[in-house]
């Protein structure tokens, strides 16, 4: 199964750009790039997702790179509420052809004030 | 209104007990799932049905059982509880109409089960 590897934690400064890395080197070339994130106390949450091309959404923007070994989550303008776990996660398709998601330890990102 | 619930929030329970947790969604999605969080950890799949007929086993399947009575229904249960059970679960639905890459996951609040 491909797996992410992601830092254990990151800090950010109220209202500046956030860049939170994941690393997937043995990516295969039809798994997806998910991002999700929790809040303190609450159940998962989808940011984003993408193939090979960079995707932006009202949440975040995600850039994937060119070998899709690895990608980033930039969130443009860190909140207080930005601060959760992020979870970088691959498609991981069954040999049935169905799909699940392999969520590993994620990032703890902390904003500060 | 949230799309997808759980009950009960929070439960104690003690070692050999039956436990069933519930979820509910009014999302209309085929797929659901339950996952398991321990502290500190990320989630781990039990089972999913993508749908009423099809049941399947996830990761950490042994000690649970699942039973889907409706679309909207996905109960997990603990046959006979043990204190390493104690943990987050989460209730989940998809909707694979959104195609295989971009199947979003929406997941419910969590149920806290202490097993003493």
């Known amino acids: 199964d491909a797996k992410t590897t992601q830092p254990n934690s990151m800090e950010s400064n109220e209202e500046e750009p956030v860049h939170l890395p994941c690393n997937h080197s043995?990516?295969?070339?039809?798994?997806?790039i998910h991002w999700y994130r929790q809040l303190p106390s609450q159940g998962p949450e989808y940011v984003i997702h993408g193939l090979t091309s960079n995707v932006n959404n009202r949440m975040a923007s995600l850039a994937i790179a060119e070998d899709r070994k690895s990608s980033t989550l930039i969130l443009h303008r860190a909140t207080l509420r930005d601060a959760a776990v992020y979870y970088c996660i691959l498609r991981d398709p069954f040999t049935s052809g169905t799909y699940k998601y392999i969520f590993g330890t994620g990032t703890r990102l902390k904003v500060l004030a | 209104d949230a799309d997808v619930t759980q009950t009960p929030r929070n439960r104690i329970t003690k070692t050999g007990k039956r436990i069933m947790l519930e979820c509910s969604q009014t999302k209309g999605h085929d797929r659901m799932y339950w996952y398991r969080q321990d502290p500190g950890l990320g989630l781990q799949l039990i089972y999913y049905?993508?749908?009423?007929?099809?049941?399947n086993k996830g990761e950490i399947s042994d000690g649970y059982s699942v039973s889907r009575q409706a679309q909207a229904k996905f109960s997990l249960s603990l046959e006979s509880a043990i204190p390493n059970q104690t943990a987050l679960y989460f209730c989940?639905?998809?909707?694979?109409?959104?195609?295989?890459?971009?199947?979003?996951?929406?997941f419910g609040p969590g149920t806290r089960l202490t097993v003493l």
């Open positions: 989940a639905t998809s909707d694979p109409g959104q195609g295989a890459g971009g199947e979003e996951q929406f």
């Open positions: 049905s993508f749908d009423v007929k099809d049941i």
């Open positions: 043995t990516i295969s070339g039809t798994d997806y």
